[in-house]
């Protein structure tokens, strides 16, 4: 499961750094590293839910730091960047779960 989350992030990170096609690649990113997490983990019935939460966990630090500290949408504060981090990280939880969800439904045909 380790293997999976690491790979499901590396996934979006790599399709969020990428200029002009990362406007693409960024917004269905947890949809697919969801899909290709869930393939190299084999992920069965509740580790489909525990792969998308920790996928989120594990990308809310990040993206708070990027917020905070690069200055993308200007100066804001700890309280919008916290907001912000967690809509993102929702967005990201639920991409990535219903990919693997997607992923363990066609397997199991």
Do not use: R
């Not at 996928?55 to 309280?79: A, H, M, Q, R």
């Amino acid at each position: 499961m380790l293997v999976s989350i690491i790979i499901s992030f590396l996934i979006i990170i790599i399709s969020a750094a990428i200029p002009i096609v990362h406007f693409i690649a960024f917004p269905i990113s947890p949809f697919i590293s969801g899909f290709i997490g869930a393939s190299v983990g084999d992920l069965e019935n509740e580790q489909i839910a525990y792969f998308g939460l920790l996928n989120s966990i594990l990308l809310f630090l990040p993206l708070l730091s990027i917020l905070k500290f690069t200055n993308v949408f200007g100066e804001i504060g700890w309280l919008y960047s916290i907001v912000i981090s967690l809509i993102l990280s929702g967005y990201i939880w639920f991409g990535s779960t219903i990919g693997a969800l997607l992923k363990f439904w066609t397997a199991k045909k």
